[in-house]
């Protein structure tokens, strides 16, 4: 199942050719300083990319973005305040220290007893360090993880342009966990494959990109 970018295409290629793809493997998070260019070499950073609330709730993909088959639309939910942490936990299976806002949507494929379906989660924090630190923690522990079924087996995906990315598979399970600059981004496809889940974790890069920018994805 491929899944494709529609409205936002041009503007998210003109994004990728502009920004790094960490180290282009997909299947390890870059740890220590260098997981935050500018920070080791001492230079002067760009501000990183980053949303507010209402972006929260605008960079998450919508139902008619899923090119194959007919998607509920799906309600985003957005978490602020107290609950944050608890959702990032809840949500990613690890602590989130520093998170500040949550959104996530559920689409399902429609008319179908089937899983098919895709979760995007967005989770902002204050700092690019902070969200590199919890993507190092959830990649060590979704390597470690052992359930009764069975682990999760790292696969290479090309991510469109987050600043770093780890994706895994088990089954008809496949995850794309990311960070662009202080956010951290979640996407798992049930039933889409391997080229599926990387065409879900694009759309929902270049939605976000679009988003940060001060675009309309959707114009």
């Given amino acids: 199942m491929r899944t494709g970018v529609r409205g936002i295409a041009v503007a998210a290629a003109m ?6 793809c960490g180290d282009g493997e997909g299947t390890e998070a870059v740890t220590g300083n260098d997981a935050v260019p500018g920070i080791a ?3 002067q950073k760009v501000p990183p ?11 998450l993909p919508l139902s008619s973005e ?5 998607y509920g639309a799906g309600d985003p939910v957005l978490v602020q305040g107290a609950e944050t942490a608890k959702a990032c936990l809840d949500t990613l299976e690890v602590e989130c220290p520093g998170v500040k806002t949550a959104s996530k949507k559920d ?4 008319g179908s007893s089937s ?7 967005l989770f902002t924090f204050g700092t690019e360090e902070e969200a590199a630190a919890v993507l190092r923690t959830l990649e060590k522990h979704k390597k470690e993880f052992d359930g009764p079924s069975g682990r ?14 780890f994706a895994i598979e088990r089954k008809d399970f496949v995850g794309v966990y990311m960070r662009i600059g202080t956010v951290l981004s979640y996407v798992i496809t049930d039933d889409f494959g391997r080229e599926g889940a990387e065409g879900a974790a694009q759309l929902q890069v270049g939605r976000l990109k679009v ?3 001060g675009g309309d994805p959707d114009a």
């Fill in 115 to 121: 899983d098919t379906g895709a979760t995007f989660a």
């Fill in 49 to 59: 990319v980053t949303l507010d609330e209402a972006g929260m709730i605008k960079a």
């Fill in 41 to 43: 070499e001492g230079k």
């Fill in 107 to 110: 689409l399902a494929l429609v």
């Fill in 66 to 70: 899923l090119t194959h088959g007919t």
């Fill in 15 to 20: 994004v990728v050719a502009l920004t790094g």
């Fill in 211 to 213: 988003v940060a920018g």
């Fill in 152 to 165: 999760y087996t790292p696969v290479k995906v090309e991510s469109g342009g987050a600043d770093e990315w």
